[in-house]
């Protein structure tokens, strides 16, 4: 451990340490007893937003108590930002109003930048607030109160000229619990990274929609793809605003593969209806490829009502649907690795017993490529 401060202290000492923050300076720079980054700063900007009238204050008028807020780590080593924020007066209002320096690198009464809230964010993808927590050497509380001011923040796309690839992810609040949050990231910049645009409470298509609905049209055309996993409830909002056109990219691709056997059974199973069926009966049935793909609680009374008559044409098409839904909700559920593959196992000897066969090269790839059971 000594070692490690004594390294980090003496690159310290030959390095100038690049802030991406261009309305601060650093003044000086140090390590403290635990081997963490203090740096001392001061904000290059000179009049903030007059905090009643909102227009520009500029008359200075001494100074806010000093901060210490943290920052992205370098070299795997916290690093802590320490200002004493301005205070200006506004000449529009009466003399006595006053306003300490707002940031726009850090949220009001935040303890921590807005890049290394981003930078939790991306983290959390897949994750949980504790796993988090601990792996980046941050309170709970601190990750907590990082994610609800996230989700508090109005979204603004204003600096995004492009958007190109979107990912939805979503990810627990705390281990089994049914609280999720959802992160919209897009990965737009020329070096490829990923910036996140927004934080959803919740992870219902609805939350979903309602943000996708609001990017603004000219940007909405700059969406090339997007990047989700197989939560439907993410994939129809995609669609619904997007168009089938925009593709949808699966973490595993997993769904594709046993989604497509089903689709070519209910193209088979549907063409025998039509030659069987009177053509009023029959046509009760269209649409029927949504249906099968949704999950069953996200299907309307009349989308029920549709597939219970599908079901009662088709026997074959209802076992093998059964099949395919008991595996999204498998892939679904977040749990570790070893219980997803007790889950699959039991999966492929419930399909091996059954009368369905239109899954069976799909088995085989799941026997063989064991990533495909990594979650
Ligand atoms: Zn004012």
């Known amino acids: 451990m000594s070692t490690c401060i004594l390294t980090v202290a003496c690159i310290m000492a030959e390095l100038r340490i690049p802030l991406d923050i261009p309305s601060i300076e650093i003044i000086s720079q140090a390590t403290n007893s635990k081997g963490e980054i203090i740096l001392s700063v001061k904000s290059l900007k000179t009049e903030t937003p007059c905090h009643k009238c909102g227009k520009p204050a500029t008359i200075r008028y001494g100074n806010g108590p000093t901060q210490t807020i943290r920052h992205l780590p370098i070299f795997d080593t916290p690093v802590y930002l320490v200002i004493t924020p301005a205070r200006y007066k506004c000449e529009h209002c009466d003399g006595s109003i006053t306003t300490t320096e707002a940031y726009d690198w850090s949220k009001k009464g935040s303890h921590i930048t807005n890049g290394l809230s981003d930078y939790l964010m991306r983290q959390l993808i897949h994750s949980t607030v504790e796993d988090v927590s601990k792996k980046e ?42 609280d999720y949050v959802t992160v919209i990231s897009t990965k737009s910049a020329p070096d490829g990274q990923v910036s996140v645009i927004a934080v959803l409470s919740g992870r219902l298509k609805d939350d979903v929609l309602a943000f996708l609905k609001s990017i603004p049209e000219h940007l909405k055309k700059t969406v090339e793809s997007v990047c989700t996993d197989m939560y439907d409830g993410f994939v129809y909002a995609v669609v619904e605003v997007f168009g089938e056109g925009v593709l949808v990219i699966d973490r595993y691709h997993v769904s594709k593969l046993y989604r497509e056997p089903l689709d070519r059974l209910r193209i088979s199973e549907m063409k025998r209806l039509k030659a069987m069926l009177p053509e009023d009966e029959y046509s009760l049935l269209e649409g029927m490829m949504w249906i099968l793909r949704k999950n069953h609680e996200c299907l309307s009374e009349v989308e029920r009502d549709k597939l219970a008559l599908l079901y009662k044409h088709s026997p074959k098409l209802k076992a093998a649907h059964s099949l395919a839904l008991k595996l999204t909700q498998i892939f679904n559920t977040h749990c570790s690795k070893k219980s997803g593959v007790a889950k699959l196992n039991r999966w492929i000897k419930r399909a091996q017993k059954s009368d369905v066969t239109c899954f069976k090269s799909f088995i085989t790839t799941l026997i063989l490529d064991d990533r495909l059971f990594c979650s």
């Open 137 to 178: 050497k941050i309170s709970y509380d601190q990750v907590t109160n990082a994610l609800n001011k996230a989700i508090a923040t109005e979204v603004n796309l204003d600096s995004y000229s492009s958007l190109k690839i979107l990912g939805i992810d979503e990810f627990a609040v705390k281990k089994g619990y049914n």
